[in-house]
């Protein structure tokens, strides 16, 4: 168990790790990659705004721009020239009949050039010959010079991002991967003998204060069993009246001795042998109609009235002994201090996988400061009365601990209109520890 629990850490850690490392590069290999597109568009779309402005300069000094486009080397092979006017119309273009083509102001580089002076577009489609083409345009005085370049294969490749960059960094984030794994092995293994540690010292502490707090439970009852059989050896002459009364305390505190042996053995048992519980399908229902049988024969100022309301049967997988001590030690709680008359069971919620509980009295509550207290080992809201109720000061821890070893949590709260209600959950198929 141990090692698993180790390897889920270690893959946890190395998992998270991997992808906050894999997120960030991916992050930066989007973004390079975006800029260097960016670069290369700006730069392919530099030089074709340079032969732009230079046939507006020749255009402007009175040279025919057919002649010029005739006589003057362009940068690019099938380099196509659009000549258009401010209004959008188009003047001339070298490829195509300039009557056939349609307003071209809309076109996204022709709107940039008249809002900015210059633009360019990365492979659109023309309208008028199909083609794909790169797009520069160059805004003069009185028109706007278009040079194009057909979206072809050599022009895709000049377009494309330098992938070899992409690999290095793919490659060295493969070996960091690789990396981050032995570290994490190593780190998740250090953590866990740290957890482990933690875990084993707050089990000793908690021994500790077990036996400390057994040892000063046992006092009391040790002590007055000792008295009253030093007193009946003693040889005195006692009345029969009194002889009983000694026998009577004497089997009292042997009783309170037993439970608080059974109550300490239940516990160790929980935390240390879980895995040694057995477990049967278990009907809470039919547990719950015990308690309430058992409410009707007890003395007549002990009694309350169960009210259940707990439909359909609920089953779980558990351990009919634990399970029955939650309820048990619960209603021995609402009748030692609620001082009420009335329990309320509710069932709040039942699926496939667990059922929520209420546990109710309508008696007067503890106070709010006492609430997070009540499920520590001998803790006890009233110490004397607790005692001469026959109370340990386990009921409540061992309902704790019950509640956990079936999956579940607890909590308990004071009600608005008076009592204590604790809300529980236990797990329908509780995994085994």
Not at 69 to 79: R, Y
Not at 96 to 109: G, M, V
Not at 369 to 392: A, I, M
């Amino acid at each position: 168990m141990a090692s698993a629990i180790k390897l889920s850490f270690h893959k946890q850690l190395f998992l998270q790790l991997i992808a906050f490392s894999w997120a960030i590069v991916v992050c930066f290999i989007g973004f390079q990659y975006l800029r260097e597109k960016e670069y290369k568009s700006q730069f392919l779309s530099a030089q074709l705004q340079q032969y732009n402005c230079h046939l507006l300069a020749a255009v402007d000094n009175g040279t025919p721009y057919k002649q010029y486009i005739a006589t003057h080397e362009k940068p690019f092979d099938s380099l196509r020239i659009t000549l258009i006017a401010l209004t959008g119309a188009v003047l001339y273009d070298n490829t195509i009949s300039a009557d056939s083509l349609d307003n071209h102001r809309n076109r996204p580089e022709i709107a940039d050039a008249l809002k900015k002076g210059s633009g360019y577009h990365i492979g659109r489609q023309s309208a008028s010959d199909g083609r794909e083409y790169f797009y520069s345009a160059t805004r003069g005085e009185r028109i706007i010079v278009r040079t194009a370049i057909p979206y072809s294969s050599t022009l895709h490749d000049l377009l494309a991002a330098d992938w070899s960059f992409l690999v290095i960094m793919i490659i060295i984030t493969l070996a960091m991967s690789i990396v981050a794994y032995f570290t994490t092995r190593k780190l998740g293994k250090e953590i866990e003998r740290v957890n482990r540690f933690e875990a084993e010292q707050e089990k000793s502490r908690l021994k500790r204060q077990l036996t400390n707090n057994i040892n000063h439970e046992l006092k009391t009852p040790v002590a007055s069993i000792q008295v009253c059989l030093e007193t009946l050896l003693s040889g005195i002459s006692l009345s029969d009246e009194k002889r009983q009364e000694l026998i009577g305390r004497c089997y009292t505190h042997n009783e309170r001795l037993r439970h608080l042996l059974d109550d300490v053995s239940l516990i160790t048992r929980i935390e240390d042998g879980s895995a040694l519980i057995s477990r049967e399908t278990v009907t809470i229902n039919e547990i719950i109609k015990e308690v309430s049988e058992e409410l009707k024969i007890m003395p007549e100022d002990e009694q309350m009235t169960l009210h259940a309301n707990f439909s359909p049967e609920v089953t779980i997988e558990g351990n009919l002994s634990l399970i029955g001590s939650i309820f048990r030690n619960l209603t021995e709680n609402a009748i030692a201090y609620s001082e009420g008359r009335n329990i309320y069971i509710t069932l709040l919620e039942n699926n496939e996988k667990m059922c929520r509980i209420r546990f109710e009295d309508d008696g007067k509550g503890v106070q709010q400061e006492q609430l997070p207290h009540l499920f520590e080992r001998f803790y006890r809201v009233d110490k004397g009365r607790s005692r001469r109720k026959g109370g340990t000061g386990l009921g409540l821890s061992i309902v704790k601990h019950a509640v956990q070893f079936h999956g579940g949590t607890i909590k308990v709260d004071n009600r608005p209109e008076g009592g204590l209600r604790f809300d529980f959950s236990l797990s329908k198929h509780a995994a085994r520890q």
